[in-house]
């Protein structure tokens, strides 16, 4: 049977949705290949759907296309992990600079309610805890009034969510997005960077150990 429209539709974003977050939890691992007539079977669709949904994560940068070859998770040289995390600290500094002026008590309030609270350690808990923050530092960058910087923070923590999630933290998450957001509220420019400083360079520090001391092969990260 053929799926009409919105039985594709439907399809595709269950697809998008699954598959991302079996990419971002180390189910599927870095250079790993995605079979579209594999997928498709599993999920009892066609082809199309499949590959919207392939699409989709590859504007993310969690897949990427070959030629004549097929659909893959992006793997990452060493390199390119730390350039990614080094110009995350970039835009996340400039991103609260800016904010910490602009930011309206409607934006400070969208802060406070991102967070659902510690739940726990297992997969559903950590995979949430990487979407709060995403959606945590995305809202910032909007309140700096600068939408290309807002981008470039969302499509950041797209590309390192699978990264991200490895630090494994929960509880001092919160912390230390409540005391970025008190310093919002004071308008405080030092106190609101340095906030921010404390969260970003031991994630920065976290990832790395952990993708260099699982090894190379793991993550697909060489030299």
């Known amino acids: 049977m053929i799926p009409n ?62 030629p004549r070859s097929g659909y893959y998770v992006t793997a990452l040289t060493l390199k390119q ?10 835009l996340e500094l400039a991103a609260i600079e800016k904010a910490v002026l602009r930011i309206t008590p409607e934006q400070l309030e969208k802060l406070r309610k991102i967070h659902a609270g510690y739940t726990g350690e297992d997969d559903a808990s950590y995979e949430r805890y990487t979407e709060e923050n995403r959606k945590f530092h995305y809202l910032i960058a909007v309140a700096s009034g600068n939408l290309m910087l807002a981008e470039s923070v969302k499509r950041l923590h797209d590309r390192l969510a699978r990264f991200m999630v490895v630090q494994k933290i929960g509880e001092r998450q919160i912390r230390m997005h409540s005391r970025i957001i008190e310093a919002l509220e004071e308008h405080d420019i030092e106190k609101a960077r340095q906030a921010m400083e404390d969260e970003v360079n031991p994630s920065q520090e976290a990832i790395l150990d952990t993708v260099m001391g699982e090894g190379a092969d793991q993550w697909q990260v060489v030299g």
């Not at 870095?30 to 669709?45: C, M, W």
């Open 5 to 66: 429209a919105m039985d594709s539709n439907v399809s595709k974003n269950r697809i998008y949705k699954e598959l991302r977050r079996s990419i971002i939890m180390g189910h599927h691992k870095s250079g790993d290949r995605l079979v579209v007539k594999d997928i498709a079977k599993q999920y009892n669709t066609s082809v199309t759907p499949v590959r919207d949904a392939l699409q989709m994560l590859s504007q993310e940068g969690l897949v990427m296309i070959k």
């Open 81 to 90: 992990l730390r350039d990614l995390l080094d110009m995350r600290r970039i």
